[in-house]
């Protein structure tokens, strides 16, 4: 097994920042190992094929949305995003059937980096503030 290099914050902004220039479609910054976890439910994504799926029904199944970055902080090896997630409910998420409603729901997304390929994501969106918008009991 090859030896880890801590990345840089130069290496480390170079990666996020193409990672969400294309708009979370693009598994190539992703180790095979990789790992999101959303934090609300504790579910696991593995690999880029698993987190690109999961990927694909936030933002085009579930929603057809976008994530309005507030914030982007980069560190060697790290980085986090601040956003709002921002489209229409357009199918199930958390047992709400599709609504059709705007949402505009906050999300944070912590990524660890290695060996310049995002090796972890921790998806923190809140589900109340959805549920809310949607007019579903919390």
Known sequence: MAAET????????????QYIAAEHGDVRWMADDVVFRVMATGQDHR???GVL????????????????THKFVVGPGSAVLEADF???????FASVP????EVRVP????????DG???EGRVYFEIPAFLAQVGAPA
Not at 6 to 17: K, P
Not at 86 to 92: A, C, F, K, L, T
Not at 98 to 101: D, I, L, N, V
Request: net charge negative; proline share 2%.
């Open 6 to 17: 801590q990345m840089s914050v130069e290496e480390t902004r170079a990666v996020m920042e």
């Open 47 to 49: 690999t880029p094929a």
């Open 53 to 68: 799926r999961m990927l694909q029904y936030f933002y085009h199944v579930a929603f057809e949305a976008t994530a309005e």
């Open 86 to 92: 921002v489209g229409r409910h357009i199918g199930e």
């Open 98 to 101: 599709a609504t059709g409603r």
């Open 107 to 114: 999300l944070c997304v912590c990524y660890d980096l290695r």
């Open 117 to 119: 390929k995002i090796v």
